[in-house]
């Protein structure tokens, strides 16, 4: 496809189970972005690819968090052990661009429900 | 934490009026980004605006930027039913080499038919 794909669209998990979410980028991106956004609120930064290496992890709120890009396009998001504040919309980012200096392309998201 | 704050965080208005939307800013920047998100769906990018430029036009979208301020604005004109969404601004935190784009809260746009 020519966009940003993100796998499942929704995600329903009982507390305590781990959880992956997956992002196929627009071919050729070298950049690659991870944003979590509560309900009615801005999207917040959670982590930066630059190809395969993760130059930006800061905005992971927990060791629960880990994202992975290993051959520099499909990257995953796992959530361990997943926490009820952990509920939110988890959107993926592209950029042709290195860095935050261009245009992001986003995919749909994909929506983690924690029960 | 966000860099960037909306004004409005609401905005109500009717078919075929311009809509004016604000947003500031704490730290320097190389440039300053605005994305829709219509609801349920992913953000669209609108514009981009470097820290030298100080307005600039796309279609019926104006963006200005005052980084004396740090402050931005974008004006819809004539706007339409389907303008109908959240509008985000968002900011490099003056460093490139992270990637590290920030969004503000956004702007709920409601346009009546």
């Known amino acids: 496809g020519a966009g940003v794909s993100q796998s499942p669209r929704y995600k329903v998990a009982k507390r305590g189970q781990d959880v992956a979410l997956r992002c196929d980028p627009i071919?050729?991106?070298?950049?690659l972005f991870w944003y979590q956004q509560a309900l009615g609120q801005g999207p917040e930064f959670l982590t930066y690819f630059q190809n395969e290496a993760q130059l930006d992890k800061s905005g992971l709120p927990s060791d629960r968090f880990f994202a992975e890009r290993p051959e520099g396009s499909v990257s995953t998001l796992k959530i361990q052990r997943t926490q009820q504040e952990d509920s939110a919309v988890y959107l993926c980012?592209?950029?042709?661009?290195?860095?935050?200096?261009?245009?992001?392309?986003f995919g749909e998201g994909s929506r983690l429900t924690v029960l | 934490s966000q860099q960037g704050e909306e004004d409005p965080q609401a905005l109500s208005i009717q078919e075929g009026e311009n809509a004016t939307m604000n947003c500031s800013y704490k730290t320097s920047i190389n440039n300053l980004q605005w994305y829709r998100q219509n609801s349920g769906r992913g953000l669209v990018h609108l514009i981009l605006i470097r820290s030298n430029e100080r307005e600039k036009h796309s279609g019926r979208l104006r963006v200005t930027l005052d980084t004396s301020k740090k402050s931005s604005s974008l004006l819809i004109t004539a706007s339409r039913a389907a303008d109908t969404a959240s509008y985000f601004c968002a900011t490099d935190a003056g460093s490139s080499n992270t990637g590290k784009l920030i969004f503000g809260q956004g702007t709920t746009l409601q346009v009546k038919p």
């Open positions: 071919s050729g991106h070298v950049s």
């Open positions: 980012a592209s950029s042709r661009l290195a860095g935050g200096t261009g245009e992001l392309f």
